[in-house]
């Protein structure tokens, strides 16, 4: 708990921009989703025939998991795309079943003397519906927009993964670094902004059944106006405005690091940016560079040549940067000069394990494959200079399946004897700190891996200081000083924003 209070104390300021932007989500898509689920409620209730198809396709949007129907709608023109506007879609289809079920419940369940009575007095149709059927159905629709705001808090957490902000940023970057303070950091809030929506919504029910409320509802009510309104108005919550350049990265903590240093890089210049760091893998930070949504991010040459262009790298550093400087060029990209290190993928056993059979090349994976259990990302599962071209050309099978996972989980599996080896990085702290040993490549299957930024050509034109912040950055990061700094915050747990900051002004 100490640690807790320590790291919100710390990073108050984020934290309060991240409330804000969580509350944003929530308010916006359930806002729009009872104004599109009241109509779809009333007519579903008074057209049966309309409203059994409308109540089918909620229910069906409902089903549908969180991180699939993101997947689903981040191509998609206009409504996609990585930040808020995909997460706000994804919320409102989340949020339509409970308004419209508790809408044509509310309405269905009407004392028919009551409506008739109406009707007895001369009553439109319309009138009807707006003085008499609403009023004596509203606490039914509160009902609904009380459950669909509190699944809504919840479910914006996972919004983080598309850049959308929200206090699900502390929980991916805990993942990717296995800090469970980090993971608390945003939990936590998350389920008390839960809890806040909760009680305010039943103390608003309640009035709308003519209940007293109790004194505590009645507080979380008071506490929930009190946080929508700061929220929306205090300067402190308040992001930075003017952003100009838009920082990406994929979701592992060497990527993490390398997007702050270029943003605080950028910063130095005297521009302001958008961070949408931890975003997912290369193809989602590749959509979303294509698409605008990011202006920069850093990739690897041959993650680029092989799994974004499927094409041949070739295994000399200097022509795998010449081809995918080509490549990015013909889809309006630019690749920068190298960082200065290169990160390739690394083949890790147990140390334990490399000491007793003699290990030490992936050649001599042959003699423990009958009884291992690999374990890999789940981009190299598919990637074509993964595990399928892996196994192929050392010739090697498995008796067990490889087990996925994520990439933030992969080394402490293997530590722990969940898998027995694993594909991770040559820049990984974790490498020295969990005893694993590092198998040479004799067959040279892995080409370069040299950490290079992808600019947009056109953000490039528009912001001239993003060529200055990347000239500063050109060979400037040693694989000694990406361990490091990799260390720093997987190991010692230091915020990589402070890490990207000591590396700036050391270098």
């Known amino acids: 708990m100490t640690a807790l209070l320590q790291f919100w104390s710390s990073h108050l300021g984020e934290l309060l921009q991240l409330v804000r932007q969580h509350l944003m989500l929530v308010i916006v898509s359930t806002g729009v989703a009872t104004a599109i689920g009241l109509p779809a409620g009333i007519l579903a209730a008074r057209r049966p025939v309309i409203g059994r ?73 319309s009138q009807l519906l707006l003085m008499v059927e609403l009023p004596l159905a509203l606490p039914s629709i509160v009902a609904g927009v009380r459950v669909a705001a509190v699944v809504g808090v919840g479910t914006a957490t996972i919004a983080a993964a598309i850049g959308a902000g929200g206090l699900g940023e502390y929980i991916f970057r805990g993942l990717s670094m296995v800090d469970t303070t980090m993971i608390l950091a945003g939990a936590v809030p998350a389920a008390v902004l839960a809890l806040i929506v909760d009680g305010a919504l039943a103390a608003l029910e309640g009035v709308m059944r003519a209940e007293r409320p109790r004194p505590r509802t009645l507080a979380a009510a008071g506490l929930g106006a009190l946080v929508v309104v700061v929220a929306l108005v205090s300067p402190a919550f308040a992001g930075r405005g003017g952003a100009v350049v838009t920082v990406g990265s994929k979701n592992f903590t060497e990527q993490i690091i390398l997007g702050e240093i270029v943003a605080q890089a950028i910063e130095a210049e005297g521009g302001a940016v958008n961070r949408k760091l931890n975003l997912g893998g290369t193809f989602i930070c590749d959509r979303a560079v294509r698409s605008g949504d990011i202006d920069v991010y850093v990739e690897y040459t041959g993650t680029a040549v092989t799994a974004v262009f499927h094409d041949t790298v070739p295994h000399d550093p200097v022509a795998a940067l010449d081809l995918a400087r080509r490549r990015y060029a013909a889809a309006g990209l630019t690749a920068g000069d190298r960082l200065g290190f290169d990160n390739t993928f690394a083949i890790l056993v147990r140390g334990t394990d490399a000491r007793a059979h003699g290990l030490r090349s992936i050649d001599d994976l042959s003699r423990v494959q009958t009884d291992w259990t690999p374990g890999f990302g789940y981009e190299f599962l598919q990637r074509a200079d993964g595990y399928p071209g892996l196994v192929k050309t050392y010739g090697l099978s498995f008796a067990h399946a490889p087990r996925a996972m994520e990439l933030s989980l992969i080394y402490k599996a293997l530590a722990s004897r969940q898998v027995d080896v694993i594909a991770g990085d040559a820049t990984s702290a974790l490498i020295d700190a969990l005893d694993l040993v590092r198998l040479d490549d004799t067959r040279r299957y892995f080409p370069p891996y040299d950490a290079v930024p992808v600019v947009r050509t056109a953000a490039l034109l528009q912001h001239p200081i993003i060529s200055r912040a990347l000239r500063r950055l050109a060979g ?32």
């Open 476 to 507: 400037a990061i040693s694989e000694k000083d990406m361990r490091a700094m990799n260390r720093a915050v997987d190991v010692d747990h230091a915020d990589p924003r402070l890490v990207a900051k000591r590396f700036l002004a050391d270098h």
């Open 53 to 125: 198809p409308l109540l089918a396709i909620a229910n069906v949007a409902q089903t549908i998991p969180s991180l699939a129907l993101f997947g689903f709608l981040l191509p998609l023109p206009f409504i996609g795309g990585v930040g808020p506007r995909t997460a706000l879609v994804t919320l409102t289809l989340y949020a339509l079943l409970p308004i419209v079920r508790t809408t044509v419940a509310g309405l269905r369940s009407l004392d028919r003397a009551v409506l008739d009575a109406g009707v007895a007095m001369g009553m439109t149709a």
